[in-house]
């Protein structure tokens, strides 16, 4: 299994700031996933951060507006870019168990709120 | 085809009743069958997932009954307790061929247990 740390829990930003969004991992693991969850919706990926290569993102999701950066193996982070009151969900940091049995751990996520 | 549709959105039942959440499915690459529990202001977590090759996994009191010719799987929630009250999302992921997989969610169902 993994734990992973996420923070900050929750933040209210100002339109049109950014906020970065931190997640550590306590083990060692190549791939890290961003996801978006929206109030009372699924996740949805916004991309997949491997460590010493830029990120992939999702349709739907660009750099310049969710970039991310993954220093090391233990390590990311989701800046959310430019914001406006649509950005305001829950954003998760993940990691995979890989292998025949995928098993997905989260972090407790990061409730953003945008006035 | 990426999609998982689950329903219903919402549940409620009674202590000690039986909580029942449906999804489908239609890409038949989808090889793994995962479901997430989710309390507010936490992270999904895995409860139980199965193969296609089985029609029914039980772990305590949680059943997955799988329909692979309709391309259907539900839960099931023996007894229902107050404590099961959370989001369930179901989700399903290809068939492994080395490395990570894409989890594809369903759309969530918050299931309410009331004494």
């Known amino acids: 299994s993994a734990v992973i740390s996420q923070k900050p829990s929750r933040d209210i930003c100002q339109r049109g700031t950014s906020l970065t969004i931190q997640c550590q991992v306590d083990?060692?693991?190549?791939?890290m996933f961003w996801y978006r969850q929206q109030p009372g919706q699924s996740l949805t990926l916004i991309a997949t951060?491997?460590?010493?290569?830029?990120?992939?993102?999702e349709s739907g999701f660009v750099i310049d507006k969710f970039p991310i950066s993954r220093p090391n193996l233990t390590f990311s982070t989701l800046t959310v870019s430019n914001l406006s009151p649509e950005d305001s969900s829950i954003y998760l940091c993940?990691?995979?168990?890989?292998?025949?049995?995928?098993?997905?751990?989260f972090g407790q996520g990061t409730r953003l709120t945008v006035v | 085809q990426q999609q998982v549709k689950q329903s219903p959105q919402s549940l409620i039942v009674q202590k000690g009743g039986i909580s029942i959440i449906n999804c489908a499915y239609e890409?038949?690459?989808?090889?793994?069958f995962p479901w997430y529990q989710q309390f507010p202001g936490k992270g999904p977590a895995l409860l139980i997932a199965?193969?296609?090759?089985?029609s029914e996994k039980k772990e305590g009191r949680f059943t997955i009954s799988f329909n692979k010719s309709a391309k259907q799987f539900s839960l099931h929630i023996m007894d229902s307790q107050p404590g099961d009250s959370a989001t369930y999302f179901c989700?399903?992921?290809?068939?492994?061929?080395?490395?990570?997989?894409?989890?594809?969610f369903g759309t969530g169902t918050k299931l309410q247990v009331i004494p």
């Open positions: 993940s990691v995979e168990a890989a292998g025949l049995n995928t098993e997905a751990f």
């Open positions: 083990s060692q693991v190549t791939m």
């Open positions: 951060a491997n460590q010493g290569s830029e990120a992939t993102y």
């Open positions: 890409n038949t690459a989808f090889d793994y």
């Open positions: 199965i193969r296609p090759d089985v």
């Open positions: 989700a399903a992921i290809p068939v492994y061929s080395g490395g990570y997989q894409k989890v594809t």
